[in-house]
Each structure stands twice: as C-alpha cells, then as structure tokens.
C-alpha cells in the first residue's frame, strides 16, 4: 500500500501515528541545507557488526546534539558535536511541527541506491518510553517502507521526498519496522536528519 499525498497527512495505524509533510522546506531552502550539509558535516564511516562479521555501515553518519549524550546502535557509539546555527534553527523548526522538544539529531548520507538502512525500529534505551522521531529528508527521493512487528497485512511505503518531514509517534518503535531498502535504479545521493531525544545517563 501507498501513503502519498500532496498535502500534510496524518495517518492513524494500529499501535502508531506517522504525519508525512512533503514540501516542509521549499525547493530552494531544502537545496541550500543539502549543499551546506554535504560539504560541512565531518561525515564518518563506522563498522558494523553483523551476525559475528564485520562490514563497513551502508551509508555516512554523524551526530549533533545540545548535550553530550552519546548514542549507540548496532554495536556503534557516536559522540556528539554541538549543533551548528543551521541545524538549530531548522531543529525549532521541527519542533513547533512535531510539539515535541529533541534533543540530537543523527545525520545520514545515502551517496547511491546500494546505500541503505535495513529493517529495525528506533527503539534504544536512551530514546527512552515511545519516542517521537522526526526525519527530514532532502536530495534524491527513497522510498520508506515500515511494517508491523505482527499484523502482517500492515505493510507499507511512503515516498520521502526533497524538503519532506515524517513524524512517528506513540508505539510506533515497540510496534513496527522500517528500512529505506537498496535499489539497484541509478538515483543521486540523499541525507536525512532524524531528530531525537536523548538525555545523559
């Protein structure tokens, strides 16, 4: 199934709320913030621990946040670095969108189709009880897919396009997957911006 609309959409799952905003930036502040991102972000390319064997991680990472909390997945800590003047005013932004306070933001650049993110949920300790996440996405558009963890008829897409914000909130991490999946299409590079809150242990 498609969810796709011209217009902000809320959409009510079971055991998950996601808002999808597809022109959240315009055209020319979502091309500035991809260029200044992509050429200033000290991009790092961690290992991955997979099944016992390990693999350079299928996309470039970086951290930002207004505290020091480090964030861990897959056997990866990041450390942050303060947010820079874009980023937080692009994270106000988001925030008087999604009525919620964040914390950190995780920075992903996907630089071709073979860049990827497999299924998994944004469900690490430090997001703490049902986190609200905030992706916006600029540059090529990818697809979204999440399913639920057991209802196997609630499966799926949503296009993340340039300038696009998605929202998941409630259960939506305890409840359901998502991955943005490869693609063998020859597509140009993408980096997105998931806003979180983490606070120090």
């Known amino acids: ?34 260029e200044h991102l992509k050429s200033n972000v000290d991009w790092q390319h961690d290992d991955i621990a997979i099944f016992g064997k390990t693999y350079k991680q ?7 946040a207004e505290n020091k909390a480090s964030y861990s997945y897959s056997n990866i800590t990041m450390h942050p670095t303060p947010f820079t003047s874009e980023l937080l005013a692009i994270k106000q932004n988001i925030e008087a969108e999604a009525e919620h306070k964040f914390t950190t933001a995780l920075l992903n650049l996907y630089r071709h189709g073979n860049d990827s993110n497999g299924w998994h949920a944004d469900n690490e300790k430090e997001l703490g009880v049902n986190p609200t996440i905030a992706s916006l996405s600029l540059g090529a558009t990818r697809p979204f897919h999440f399913k ?5 008829e609630e499966r799926h897409k949503i296009l993340l396009e340039h300038g696009s914000l998605l929202i998941m909130k409630n259960q939506m991490q305890h409840h359901w997957l998502h991955q943005i999946a490869k693609t063998k299409k020859d597509i140009g590079e993408r980096i997105n911006l998931t806003f979180r809150s983490i606070q120090p242990v």
């Open 1 to 34: 199934m498609d969810l796709f609309s011209e217009e902000k959409t809320i959409f009510k799952l079971p055991d998950a709320e996601l808002i999808y905003i597809p022109n959240f930036l315009n055209r020319q502040k979502a091309d500035y913030l991809f």
């Open 58 to 64: 299928p996309r470039l990472t970086a951290l930002y």
């Open 148 to 152: 639920h963890r057991h209802i196997k």
